[in-house]
């Protein structure tokens, strides 16, 4: 066939394009919409508001997409469900805690209990996440919650990332018992003036009372250890 053969299709023009039809109102001008990573990062934020205020159970996904401005089903198309939304509203703050560092990861040995004292003085200035997260973990002993694996797996990890940090401080004179000790008594500390400066800001200094309680455990387990101040 003749190249220069006509296919009878004929091609639009291009000074026509976008033009409307006589007596036709001109078309809205397309709005794009926002990146996904953008629209979810926004979603997770208003989920950790909701589920830290009113708790899991209570607050709704309704909720949650009213504040981002979109449908019930927008939240679902993103997340796939109220469980899934829920992990990684967990998963979402931990990553904001190391998102300075090195690597994105948390650091080892003196560096790890800087850090932490780093990251509690931050949380002074988010009292949101902070509640977001002691809400969740506290719903999370309850029987069937969805973020019970999840809480139970990032304290396993989290007590051994202390344990390691702590032997690598106190060198081989700390026990694996000793330092499992340790780690766990520095989660609860944290945990627990979380709580209470939660119920009383004022009275509670929760970067000091973190990093005082953090020293005391690490001087008694490591009393060998000259240790720096932290923070």
């Known amino acids: 066939m003749d190249d220069d053969v006509s296919t009878g299709v004929v091609a639009p023009d291009p000074s026509a394009a976008g033009s409307p039809a006589p007596g036709l109102p001109a078309p809205r001008p397309h709005r794009p919409r926002k990146a996904t990573a953008e629209r979810r990062a926004e979603i997770l934020r208003a989920a950790a508001r909701t589920f830290g205020t009113k708790g899991y159970k209570t607050g709704s996904l309704a909720e949650v997409a009213e504040q981002v401005g979109i449908t019930h089903a927008g939240v679902l198309h993103h997340f796939g469900s109220k469980e899934q939304l829920l992990v990684e509203v967990l998963e979402f703050r931990?990553?904001?805690?190391?998102?300075?560092?090195?690597?994105?990861?948390?650091?080892?040995?003196?560096?790890?209990?800087?850090?932490?004292?780093?990251?509690?003085?931050?949380?002074?200035?988010?009292?949101?996440?902070?509640?977001?997260?002691?809400?969740?973990?506290?719903?999370?002993?309850?029987?069937n919650h969805p973020a019970r694996q999840w809480v139970t797996h990032r304290f396993e990890v989290l007590r051994g990332e202390i344990m390691h940090a702590i032997q690598v401080v106190g060198g081989p004179s700390v026990t694996d018992d000793d330092a499992r000790r340790a780690a766990s008594a520095i989660i609860?500390?944290?945990?627990?003036?979380?709580?209470q400066w939660l119920l009383d800001p004022e009275d509670v200094h929760l970067a000091e009372a973190t990093r005082a309680g953090i020293d005391a455990i690490?001087?008694?387990t490591c009393p060998e250890a000259d240790l720096p101040p932290l923070g």
Do not use: C, W
């Open 94 to 143: 931990d990553k904001e805690d190391v998102q300075e560092l090195e690597g994105q990861h948390i650091p080892d040995g003196i560096e790890l209990f800087h850090h932490l004292v780093r990251t509690v003085r931050a949380n002074e200035l988010r009292p949101g996440i902070v509640q977001g997260y002691t809400v969740l973990t506290g719903e999370s002993v309850t029987e």
């Open 188 to 195: 609860a500390l944290m945990d627990g003036l979380q709580v």
């Open 218 to 220: 690490l001087r008694a």
